[in-house]
């Protein structure tokens, strides 16, 4: 993987309404994390760099300052971080940017929900513990192999279930995002039966799953890893995004699945 081109940047304000939550906070434009799946390819619509996806990152080095004026103002309520970036990326254990944001939230009596594919976020339990915090973790697989073709800058899937367990055991309330589930790939009943049996022995408050969805920008990158990889569901992953009817029976199969691996497992009142 390539190291990521790193800028310094300087925002007006870095919390914002948002739809996942009362608010949203990302202290980063860009995520080294570079799942190829991404949907936060987008921003590069409005924030453009000569870099793909994943190989920049830009750091709002006031975020901090920013959050400390709009909080002057703002009400209390939740906010997810981070929605357009892992708050909890490489860059930050040098910058420490979500982590002074996050303390300045739980200080103004927020929410801090936070939802990333980065073990870093351990060094912050020390800041969540007794405070209006939840953790969150995003896996899409426990194959560690897909994960590093699929999420190849993020942690480990033995380091994510740490990070659960070490808040759960910190008394924090703790979360799993199955998402997106990758078609054809982790999503059958036997990989669905896995996840579900884990996220019940961490003892996870809640749980969210997610198929794989056609947003702007994304099909390139995961067709481009399909024909490496797996050419053989390259017209199949195709199908199942944009073919209307073949995405409609895929996504309720799927859910199906879902709702009977979480039963399985003894989890189906903790999803969300
Ligand atoms: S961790 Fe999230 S924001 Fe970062 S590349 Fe992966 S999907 Fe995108």
């Keep these: 993987m390539a190291c990521p081109v790193i800028r310094h940047t300087l925002c007006k304000s870095v919390l914002i309404r948002s739809g996942l939550g009362d608010y949203s906070l990302n202290c980063y434009t860009g995520c080294a994390h570079a799942c190829v799946y991404c949907y936060a390819r987008f921003m590069q619509r409005f924030h453009p760099h000569p870099e793909p996806w994943g190989e920049f990152v830009d750091a709002k080095v006031n975020a901090p300052?920013?959050?400390?004026?709009?909080?002057?103002?703002?009400?209390?309520?939740?906010v997810f971080v981070s929605s357009a970036?892992?708050?909890w990326q490489p860059l930050e254990a040098d910058l420490e940017l979500t982590r002074e944001c996050c303390r300045l939230l739980l200080t103004h009596g927020f929410q801090v929900n936070v939802l990333t594919k980065s073990a870093l976020v351990l060094?912050?339990?020390d800041l969540f513990a007794g405070r209006t915090a939840r953790v969150g973790v995003t896996l899409t697989t426990l194959d560690e192999g897909?994960?590093?073709l699929w999420e190849p800058g993020a942690s480990p899937v033995a380091d994510r279930l740490r990070a659960l367990r070490e808040a759960k055991r910190a008394g924090l309330p703790t979360a799993i995002m199955f998402g997106p589930l990758l078609p054809f790939l982790s999503d059958d009943a036997e990989?669905?039966?896995a996840l579900?049996?884990?996220?019940a022995e961490l003892d996870v408050d809640a749980i969210w799953w997610d198929g794989l969805n056609p947003r702007p920008r994304v099909w390139e990158s995961v067709a481009a890893l399909l024909r490496r990889e797996y050419p053989e569901l390259l017209r199949r992953c195709g199908?199942?995004?944009y073919d209307e009817g073949m995405r409609a029976a895929y996504l309720s199969a799927l859910r199906e699945r879902v709702l009977a691996a979480a039963e399985r497992a003894g989890v189906r009142e903790r999803m969300g």
């Design 123 to 125: 060094r912050d339990l």
């Design 85 to 87: 970036c892992d708050g």
């Design 239 to 241: 199908n199942v995004l």
């Design 65 to 78: 300052e920013a959050l400390a004026r709009q909080l002057r103002r703002a009400r209390p309520g939740s």
């Design 196 to 199: 579900f049996s884990r996220a």
């Design 146 to 148: 897909l994960r590093r």
């Design 191 to 193: 990989s669905l039966d």
